[in-house]
C-alpha cells in the first residue's frame, strides 16, 4: 500500500467548475508539497504546507496535520489547468526522503 | 534563468550501453535529488544528496550511480542498460530537507532503451 493516496485518479470539469483533489498519507510528515505536471512533462511546485492553508491566485491548498490529510482546490477552473497534480510528503524519520501520490490527471473542458 | 537543468533531454540508446545524465542547480540548494518516473507516471525517489551525506533507494540497481563534482551538479550514470530503465528520470533539489522550501525539478530526461 502506497504511502501517500490521491483521489479522485481522474478528473474531468467543465470551464468555471471549482475543483477539489484529495490527498491522504499514513505517516508522520514534516511537510506536505502539491507538484503540477503539464503535458509537456515539466513539474513545478505549487505549494509547500505544513499546517493551515495557503492561497496562490485560484488555488487554494489547505492541510489537516492530525487527519493526516490535504486538499487542493482550484477555483474558476481554465482549460489550462489541465495537468496532472501530484501530492507528496515529507516524513518525519530521518533521511531525504519524499513519498509521492500517483497523481490526479484533471481535465478541463471548454 | 533556468534553475534546475538537466541533460539530454531525450536519450535513445542500445541495451548494455553505459550513459551518463547531468543535473545542474543554480539555486544555492544544498539538496539535490534524482527521482524516476514510471509510464504511469509514479515518481519514485532514487537519490537523495546533500553535502554531508548520500542516501540511496535499497531498491535502485547497483549499476545506478550518482556523482556530485560539486553541490550545484548531482549527475547520473547508468552501467549496462536494459530495457526496463526506459522510464522519464528528474533532477530536482530544494534547500534543506524538503521542509524548509519548495522542491525545484528540471524538465526531465525521456530515457529509450531499445
Known amino acids: 500500500k502506497n504511502e501517500v493516496e490521491q483521489s479522485p485518479q481522474n478528473l474531468t470539469a467543465q470551464e468555471g467548475e471549482f475543483i477539489t483533489i484529495n490527498c491522504s498519507y499514513s505517516v508522520g510528515i514534516s511537510a506536505l508539497h502539491w507538484l503540477q505536471q503539464h503535458p509537456g512533462g515539466g513539474i513545478v511546485s505549487l505549494f509547500m504546507?505544513?499546517?493551515g492553508k495557503k492561497k496562490h491566485g485560484r488555488l487554494i491548498a489547505t492541510i489537516n496535520i492530525q487527519e493526516k490529510h490535504s486538499s487542493l482546490h482550484i477555483t474558476a477552473s481554465h482549460p489550462r489547468d489541465s495537468a496532472v497534480y501530484i501530492c507528496?510528503?515529507?516524513?518525519?524519520?530521518?533521511?531525504?526522503?519524499?513519498?509521492f501520490g500517483t497523481g490526479t490527471s484533471l481535465t478541463v473542458i471548454p | 534563468d533556468t534553475a534546475v537543468s538537466q541533460t539530454p533531454k531525450y536519450l535513445v540508446t542500445q541495451m548494455g550501453n553505459d550513459k551518463s545524465i547531468k543535473c545542474e542547480q543554480n539555486l544555492g540548494h544544498d539538496t539535490m535529488y534524482w527521482y524516476k518516473q514510471d509510464s504511469k507516471k509514479f515518481l519514485k525517489i532514487m537519490f537523495s544528496y546533500n553535502n554531508k551525506e548520500l542516501i540511496i533507494n535499497e531498491t535502485v540497481p547497483n549499476r545506478f550511480s550518482p556523482k556530485s563534482p560539486d553541490k550545484a551538479h548531482l549527475n547520473l550514470h547508468i552501467n549496462s542498460l536494459e530495457l526496463g530503465d526506459s522510464a522519464v528520470y528528474f533532477c530536482a533539489s530544494s534547500q534543506g530537507t524538503g521542509a524548509q522550501g519548495p522542491l525545484h525539478f528540471g524538465n526531465g530526461t525521456r530515457l529509450t532503451v531499445t
Open positions: 507528496a510528503v515529507r516524513p518525519f524519520r530521518t533521511g531525504n526522503q519524499f513519498y
Open positions: 504546507l505544513s499546517s
